[in-house]
């Protein structure tokens, strides 16, 4: 089973596919075309998180005070 992680790599946050004990940067657009590029050494890399929001959206029905 393929799993998606996105890392800080070099000072730039980079996705990254686990495959088994294989861990490869990701070449292309997770959302579209992609493939495994070089391999990374995962020991002691800064996890993030796995996308960043575009937006977030609020309602105040929401909360409780309401």
Request: proline share 6%; aromatic share 6%; net charge neutral.
């Amino acid at each position: 089973m393929k799993r998606l992680y996105r890392i800080e790599h070099q000072g730039a946050a980079r996705h990254v596919v686990e495959d088994g004990d294989d861990v490869r940067l990701v070449d292309g657009d997770i959302f579209g075309d992609w493939r495994p590029g070089a391999p990374v050494a995962i020991a002691g890399v800064r996890l993030l998180a796995p996308l960043v929001p575009s937006k977030i959206v609020a309602i105040g029905l929401n909360y409780k005070d309401h």
